[in-house]
């Protein structure tokens, strides 16, 4: 995997004090923290391997991720056709049915930053199984205890969240540390399930509610669905081949990896900070651009319909090259992520459309055009740009720190994520209420390229400290080398 780092944060000891530490916990997939040295020539010469030679080495652990990806996606968007149509009808307030539908994510933002922690602890197959078995099991207690009592649903859902944190984050851990020179890939592969699944899912759960008009068979679907997953999942993952060895015994609490030599370094603090923008452009677009088509151009549902599925599906195909481009080209993460971050900022500029453009007043029709179909493709396009290389810029950020960092940025990631999409949908009605479309759009426009100026601040000044640091010691050498001359020469005479 290329370090795109530039220098590190820490000190050479540091990461030795950090590579070289035990700990008495489970290893994941039954390797030891360490890495010898045959272990990085290996990892070295498979970071070469083609996008086809990956999958075709991994294929199956891959398809198993995607396939447990779209399950539980599925079940996050099941309930959206219907839930607040029936609390509605049981007189439940607004407020109390945007609590219930933020539990789901509120659970996978809180636990995905301590999942890591748990794998190293037990056994990652193990937890993968079990999270996934947990999540089919809240899908069903759901469905037989939940009727319209929105204290009920708050309550599965958000234990379905916390174990789709622990599915999600340790089959991703699995995938990295099995093959971790198909980051990019796993990332890539992660959005097209995700995706897929937030797509099927509205209609699976849509559909199923038409023929039994209630919720019990559309959610006893989606949990059947789900743990009908469990054995393809398990079968799969006995395919990663491990290596048991004993852990060390020699652990202390302070060698042991943290979130706060993570985000000691710049670059990882930077993709973070674009990723939470990025992701809350994710959240905002679905609960702003619909409501403010539908006023300024009167877009009907079904219009709208087909702008989100331009968006989503042009997103879900282009995912898969951007991941295939990262891994085989030269071409810099941070240059990919650059280019998909410009493109959404001028498809935020058109959407509304933006002052900054000074655009000569347009017609309906040429607006239709350019400032909704043309920001469309555009949007649906970059964002997949932008947001597939983040994975890969995050956990080559600390890669020199260890295996375990690397878990702990997956965490990380997941968390940013989730909190960045809800934190979009919680607040951009309101702005947008407040001062209008438009303005909110050049605002996400503005953060987006603000942003994006974070990660090339970041990695230029990373560069110039690195070459300091290289001309300061080359300086200091020759000084002190100049005078051990000085000083035989003393002596000799």
Known sequence: MRDISGASASSSSDVDDATTSGDDEAPLLGVAGDRTTEEASKTSSE?????????????????????????????????????????????????????????????????????????????????????????????????????????????FRFTQGCCNALTSVTMLCIITRAAPEAVALTSSIQEVAAGFGTLVGPIFGGFLYDVGQSATLPLVANGVAILLTAPAVERAMRSIESEPA???ESANEEEKPSYARVLRHPTFLSAAFAELVVSTSFG??????????????????????????????????????????????????????????????????????????????????????????????????????????????????????????????????????????????????????????????????????????GLIFVQFGARIMSRWKRLRSSVVSRIGSASSLEMIGEEFL
């Not at 890591?116 to 469905?143: E, H």
């Not at 493709?377 to 960092?405: D, H, N, R």
């Open 284 to 453: 905002g677009i679905p609960t702003t651009l619909p409501l403010y088509l539908n006023q300024t151009l009167r877009f009907t549902p079904s219009m709208i319909g087909v702008v989100y599925s331009l968006l989503a599906g042009l997103y879900a195909l282009i995912t898969p090259l951007v991941g295939m481009v990262s891994h085989n080209s030269r071409l810099a993460d941070i240059l990919l992520c650059l280019v998909g971050m410009g493109a959404m900022a001028i498809a935020h500029l058109l959407f509304g459309p933006s002052s900054l453009l000074d655009l000569p007043t347009l017609s309906d029709t040429a607006r239709k055009r350019l400032c909704v179909w043309g920001a469309s493709i555009i949007y649906g396009s970059g964002s997949a740009f932008a947001f597939v290389p983040f994975l890969p810029i995050m956990q080559s950020s600390v890669s020199k720190e260890g295996p375990k960092y690397a878990d702990l940025a997956n965490g990380i990631f997941l968390s940013v994520y989730f909190f960045g999409e809800m934190l979009g949908q919680l607040c951009s009605s309101s702005l947008v209420h407040e001062y209008g479309y438009p303005a909110v759009s050049t605002a996400w426009a503005l953060v987006i390229c603000a942003s994006a100026s």
């Open 47 to 155: 970071a070469t391997a083609s996008a086809k030679e990956v999958l075709q080495r991994h294929g199956r652990a891959l398809a198993a991720f995607a396939v447990t990806l779209v399950a539980c996606t599925m079940s996050m968007s099941v309930p959206f056709p219907f839930l607040a149509q029936e609390f509605r009808r049981a007189g439940t307030s607004p407020r109390t049915v945007g609590v219930v539908f933020a539990a789901l994510p509120l659970g996978t933002l809180l636990l995905s930053p301590l999942a890591p922690r748990l794998v190293w602890r037990y056994d990652a197959k193990k937890v993968a199984m079990r999270s996934l078995l947990g999540q089919g099991a809240c899908v069903l207690a759901t469905s037989a205890f939940g009727g319209t009592k929105p204290w009920v649903w708050f309550v």
């Open 246 to 248: 004993p852990p060390s």
